[in-house]
């Protein structure tokens, strides 16, 4: 068992930038990645980035420059740190943990990204 509490989600003007935050607590052991997905209005989840228990880290073209992912593990979190957002990037953004075979089973509850332009 994961938990996951995702903050720093709020509302900005095009071209400003954010740092999304995930607490992770629970039973960790069997967690391989921690991603970040966004669901914008009217589309499905998408996945985003997410980081190894090793550091690797991977990208979707969409945000990749913009957008990085980073973990501090004393305090157990892992950060999304967002640039030159735009309108596009407006959705819910889900912190999730992932097992070694690319399933995310554990899922926060989502913090708010609105870009106004």
């Known amino acids: 068992q994961v938990q996951l509490v995702e903050s720093g989600g709020g509302l900005v003007q095009a071209g400003a930038s954010l740092r999304l935050a995930c607490v992770v607590s629970g039973r960790t052991f069997s967690t391989y990645a921690l991603g970040w997905f966004r669901q914008a209005p009217g589309k499905e989840r998408e996945f985003l980035s997410n980081i190894s228990w090793n550091n690797n880290t991977y990208y979707v073209d969409s945000v990749k420059g913009r957008f990085t992912i980073s973990r501090d593990n004393k305090k157990n979190t892992v950060y999304l740190q967002m640039n030159s957002l735009n309108v596009e990037d407006t959705g819910v953004y889900s912190c999730?943990?992932?097992?070694?075979?690319?399933?995310?089973?554990?899922w926060g509850q989502g913090t708010q990204v609105t870009v106004s332009s």
């Open positions: 999730a943990a992932g097992n070694y075979s690319g399933i995310y089973d554990y």
